[in-house]
């Protein structure tokens, strides 16, 4: 099994900053990248960042491309997303994920094989 525990969420203004953390335990072995999905109230599940646990490559969608760094920290487990001049159209629950493989086509990113999921940090962003 493996835990994933999100922070780091609030509220902030357009054009301002967060930092996402998400912190991972238990057997993560074959599980070779970690993801940051969002969803905004009524729309689909969408990957905005990806990064591989060996290498660190990095995915990114076009709308948070220059924006958003995602980063990790091995010897913590943990994943960062950075996430800066932020949009209204940001706003959303953001969520980590632990998984085996990844499709990336520039504008979507999504998963394929073994997964595990966080709760969610809620971002909001105001006008």
């Known amino acids: 099994q493996v835990q994933l525990v999100e922070s780091g969420g609030g509220s902030v203004q357009a054009g301002g900053s967060l930092e996402l953390s998400c912190a991972a335990s238990?057997?993560?072995?074959?599980?070779?990248?970690m993801v940051w999905f969002r969803q905004a109230p009524g729309k689909e599940r969408e990957g905005v960042a990806a990064i591989s646990k060996s290498g660190g490559s990095t995915f990114y969608v076009d709308s948070v491309k220059g924006r958003f760094t995602i980063s990790q920290d091995n010897a913590k487990n943990t994943v960062y997303l950075q996430m800066n001049t932020l949009k209204p159209e940001d706003t959303a629950t953001y969520y980590c994920?632990?998984?085996?493989?990844?499709?990336?086509?520039?504008?979507?990113?999504?998963?394929?094989?073994?997964?595990?999921w966080g709760k969610g940090t809620l971002v909001t962003i105001s006008s």
């Open positions: 238990g057997d993560t072995y074959g599980l070779n990248y």
């Open positions: 994920a632990s998984v085996a493989g990844i499709v990336y086509t520039g504008t979507r990113i999504l998963y394929n094989g073994s997964n595990y």
